[in-house]
Every structure is written in structure tokens, then in C-alpha cells.
DNA sequence: TTGAAAGCGATACCAC
DNA sequence: GTGGTATCGCTTTCAA
């Protein structure tokens, strides 16, 4: 029973009809009666036609397809991004191409050349530090969010959160609270995340703007040989050990953070009294962390927005309004911070 | 510059050769000579050729893409199974859409429709319930993985735990420890899972085979109309209120699990000890807690390269060795469960 | 309103 | 070893 995929043809045959008239009639598209086109549509129903997008594509030129290229979709951060702009790309009629490139920038070159071959009509970075230089031979739409990397091209747009900033007011909220010796936890997530220079340096730029002393000691970077968990905990308990103090921490990241409370609390450590922690992205980690972690939410809903609109208006051949869009962010203060 | 993309026509041309000797060179396929070859490869790199996989795709009615049907990837079970699969199936040639169901089966459908029109090699779902029709409508190939609800096809392959078995032996490793009262918790998280039934039928089944009496009080099951950490807490709350006790909880989830943790907690319980607690999935959940939950690995590795391994299988016309694949899982018993 | 036919880019059969 | 050409399924002029 198994008869080959129905063409526009075989339903122009069956409808007595040319093909060109059964693509209108299917594309809403030229003109036709009313009696051809319900002929036309009851026909193809009968049939189970379903368009072959292979033949469509080749002849439009259009594949309705765009790729997300991300170092990893089973972090949470990146995965409810993955989620939030599939939506939207589905919503516009778009189908996603998930692609794990683990920040290599070899394997993300094997990747753009395959969906270059496979015609994509867009490209989404979402995360990570690639910065793959073939991206350079097509000249494909390409958007980048929270994804620092690329190379200048014309047709771009970076979507992301001031970084600088960000950094800026987690250190701000500490000595808001009265610490006094403020420590910076990163495990060096290169593997992840916008460039760390980027990402501390609203730390660095907090002290000296307000006259504090900057204490190497308290530069604490892990080289992300283990968990994010796992290494936060060590660089805290090295400090401690060697006998530096801190009454505040700023945790490049949620699972760093909550390394650094663990560590804490295993030493008897009041956090949120004693020492006070905060750390970013509104992830999980923080959520279930007790006590609750303070955080920064970058807010991924208006990152996809952003990301997917740039990315329709490029598709759609228009410039899109910036090529910079700066997604604001919040920090959410809990028990790390507050106390209790 | 921008000049339109180059075909193996332009290349031909240049060569001073047909298209079927490029094509030949190209895809290492018929015979050539040494001189040929090497001018034609060398004018494609030259002029940066990549084919056209619309333009192959229709001609050899095979697209080289899958499409991965998940409920949602940000669910970090599922988005570890998206990551080993797309490596794996990446490895094998293949590239892989995202298609996020929110296990609705009308959102199933329209996927699948445009991924039938897409001429998609074949299907991966990866957990949920989803029960759309029209599969039944292309005969693709698939493979189900931690996914139930499908209706019989002839090439489909499913692959997952013994969730019945499973159950078992997480009620089991209770009882092992003395427990007299084991309640079960579940949020009804028919949107995540498989079929409640088969998932709890362990449970049932350890306890009349045990000739323990079943005690409908202790079994607590939510709607899943809040997150499932805080819908767990509330039900063990409940339960306790009620005046219900019990020494053990089969929680259907870490995340279930981590609730009633936290939960019991708070009320001053000595998690481990008064009362035991293990969870399923062994996520990042369970292993955050503090006390660390005792869990059942269910071994994402091995159910993506079984359920890739069939569905190449599939994809070469091969008879799959089994339809039905069991993966091994494996109690880990951690703090919750061994008490500190 | 409708249709004939060209063409998108690649493959492969079959002559030469 | 090499090349002409039909073909995959669809869209789109241009005539009728």
C-alpha cells in the first residue's frame, strides 16, 4: 500500500488541472475559482499531499530553517534559551537545528560548513566563546546572544547584558550591605560564558571607583578542571586556609556561588550574616540553595525576544533597529544577602 | 563581490568538464583520472564550493537530518539526552532540528506535519507522553527514548528503564532499611513522564508482594500546578498535618524529592534517619541536596547510544536487533537514604 | 482563470 | 575516463 509521496503533479493530474495552477491554489497565491481551488484542496487532502520542502527550498532559494549553535544544552542557561527562541522561531514559521559546539572552535566550523551546505537561512549563537572564522564565507544572518566571539560582519547583531555592569552592582549589593573585604569566585568558565576580563571587570572597577584597596587574595579563580561546585568550594577553603579573610563574595555564576555557601557552611560559616554571597543568573542552584541565594536574573526571556527579532528583520532583508541590544538586568537579593 | 553561490556548473565550466565528472570527483564515486580530480577539487576550494544539500536532498529524497521531539529541553533530563544524541547522531552524519512539544499532542502534530514536509530521515522522542496521530501517516523511522504513547508502527524501536522494576526497587531499598511506613510521592508529572501507572506499578507491587497493607493516605500525588519542589512540600506538609506518619518516601523525581527533603526539614525530621527519602533520575537535584538524595541512575548515556544505534539501524533499512530495549538502572544510595 | 515550460543544483544512467 | 541529459518537486514567468 505503501505508494510513493504524492506530488503537486499527481493532484494536477487528478484534478484535471495544471501544476502551476495546483501551486497557487496550495500557496494562495495568482488567481483561480472557487471551484478549482476546492477541487484543488479536497484532492490534495484525499492524497495526504504534504509539500516537499527539499524541491521548495532549491527552487526559493529559503529553507526556513536557522541554526542554534550553542556550547551545551544540557546548562541550564543555555537550555532554557535554546527553549525560549525555538518558540519564537517556531512561531515565525521557523524549524531549529540544535548544535553543541563545546566552545570548540573547530568543531563549530565543521558545523557552519554543514549548515551552510544545508542551506540555513539564519544563524542564533546562544552562549559560549567561539569565534569559528569561516562564519566570514557566508554572509547569513547571523545573531549572537549572550555570545561574545565574533568577528565583524555585516549582517549582525549581539544580544546580551552589560556584563561590566552586571559585575558592578553584585559587588555594589555587597558593600551595600557593609562588607568590607570583598572576594570574586570564578572558576575560569571560559568554557561558558562571554570573556572573563568582561565579566569581572565591573569588580575591579567598583573598588577603585570607591577608594577600596584591591587584594589579590581575594581574587579567587579556579581553572574549571572540576565542577563549578566542586572547585568554588576548594578556592574558598584554600583562602580561608591561608588565613584570608572576606566578609562578601561575588560568585561569577550560580553553581559557583553555591560551591562558595557550601564551603561556608561546612566551616560553621553564618552566611548571609557573617559572610555574604551573591552570585548570577537566576539559575536553579540559587533557588534551592539553602539559605536562598542572592542573584542577578539576566532576564533570557527578553534575550530570545530580542535575539529571534533581530533575527526575523535580518531574515526579512530589513536593518535591524541596533546592532547592540543591551538586555537590562536585576538583581534579586535572598538570604545570602539579606540575612535569614 | 558578493557573487551568487557557486554550483558544480560553474565548476564544471571552469574545469573545462561536465557536471557528472565533477560529481563524480566530488563524491569519490565513479572513475576519474589523477589529473581531473585534482583540477577540480582544486578550482571548488578556489571558489569556495559547498553543495547544495537542497538541490542532493531532493534528488536522493534523503535529507541526512532528524528531527528530536522533547517535551522541554530546558528539563535537564531531557536536554542530557539531547546533547548525547545530537553528538552521536552528528557523528554518524546527521543533523538535528529542536522541537519542544510541552507534551502537546496538537503541537506534536503540526511539528511532525512540518517535519514530514522538511523530508526529516527520521524521529527521535525523547521522554513525554505525546500520542499524535499522524505519525502513523509518514513511515518513518523511529525511536522512542524514555517516551511513551505511541501507537504501533512498523519501524519503531522503543527504548528506556523498566520504570516498574524501578519503582520496585526504590521501594524496596526502603524497605531494606527498616522502613515500616514507605509513602509515594509523585506530582502528577504526566508532563514529563511516562505513564503514571507503569512508573508507581512498583511500588504497588513490592508492597503486596510483601503482604504489607497499602495505605492510600500515604500515597500523595499533586496536579503538578506549581513547580514539583514546591507542590512535594506542600503535599508532605499535608500529610504530616493529617497526622499521617510515615519512616520512608519513594519520591517519583529528585525533584519531588527534594521537596519532601526540604519540607521534612523544616519541621525539624532527620532526614535519613526518622525518615528516609529517595528520589529517581539522579540529577543535579539530588546530588545539590543537603543531606545528598538517594536516587536511581538511569544511565542517559546508555539510552542515547541504544536509541541512536537503533535508529541508524533504521535508517539503513535494517531490521533493528530488538524493538524493545531495556536499560539498566541502578540504585544510588546516598545521605537520605544511608542517613549522614 | 489557466497552462506550458524553464530552471533551481545535484545525481546517475548510458553512450561514446 | 568523460559527457549529454533526464529527473527529483516546486515556483514562476509569459501566453493563451
Known amino acids: 500500500m505503501a505508494k510513493r509521496t504524492v506530488s503537486i503533479y499527481d493532484i494536477a493530474k487528478l484534478a484535471g488541472v495544471s501544476t502551476a495552477t495546483v501551486s497557487n491554489v496550495l500557496n494562495e497565491k495568482g488567481s483561480y475559482s472557487q471551484k478549482t481551488r476546492d477541487l484543488v484542496l479536497r484532492i490534495a487532502r484525499e492524497q495526504g499531499y504534504v509539500a516537499n520542502f527539499a524541491a521548495k527550498s532549491l527552487r526559493e532559494s529559503s529553507t526556513k530553517t536557522v541554526a542554534l549553535l550553542t556550547p551545551d544544552v544540557s546548562n541550564d542557561f543555555f537550555s532554557t534559551l535554546v527553549l525560549k527562541v525555538e518558540g519564537l522561531l517556531r512561531a515565525a514559521g521557523y524549524s531549529s537545528y540544535i548544535c553543541n559546539t563545546g566552545n570548540d572552535d573547530e568543531r563549530e566550523d565543521e558545523y557552519v560548513r554543514g549548515l551552510v551546505s544545508k542551506q540555513v537561512d539564519g544563524i542564533v549563537y546562544i552562549g559560549g566563546t567561539t569565534r569559528s572564522p569561516i562564519r566570514a564565507a557566508a554572509d547569513l544572518p547571523v545573531v549572537h546572544i549572550d555570545h561574545t566571539g565574533a568577528t565583524g ?173 543591551v538586555v537590562p538586568h536585576e538583581v534579586i537579593e535572598r538570604a545570602t544577602t539579606l540575612g535569614e
Not at 164 to 170: E, V
Not at 206 to 221: A, I, Q, T
Not at 250 to 260: K, M, Q, S, T
Open 153 to 325: 560582519m555585516k549582517r549582525e547583531v549581539y544580544v546580551g547584558n552589560d556584563m561590566p555592569q552586571l559585575s558592578y552592582d553584585m559587588t555594589a549589593t555587597l558593600f551595600a550591605h557593609g562588607c568590607k573585604r570583598v572576594a570574586l569566585a570564578s572558576v575560569s568558565a571560559s568554557l561558558y560564558r562571554t570573556e572573563e576580563h568582561d565579566q569581572a571587570s565591573g569588580y575591579y572597577r567598583y573598588l577603585s571607583e570607591h577608594g577600596v584597596r584591591m587584594d589579590k587574595n581575594l581574587v579567587l579563580e579556579g581553572p574549571h578542571r572540576q565542577t563549578s561546585l566542586v572547585e568554588a568550594a576548594q578556592l574558598v577553603g584554600e583562602c580561608l586556609d591561608a588565613g584570608y579573610g572576606f566578609d562578601g563574595v561575588v560568585a561569577l555564576g550560580d553553581r559557583v556561588a553555591l560551591g562558595v555557601v557550601n564551603a561556608l557552611k561546612e566551616r560553621g560559616v553564618a552566611v548571609g550574616t557573617d559572610v555574604r554571597v551573591i552570585g548570577m543568573d537566576d539559575s536553579i542552584y540559587s533557588r534551592i540553595s539553602s539559605p536562598a541565594i542572592s542573584t542577578v536574573r539576566r532576564n533570557t526571556g527578553q534575550l530570545a525576544e530580542k535575539g529571534v527579532g533581530a533575527l526575523l528583520a535580518l531574515l526579512a532583508g530589513k536593518e535591524p533597529a541596533q546592532t547592540h541590544v
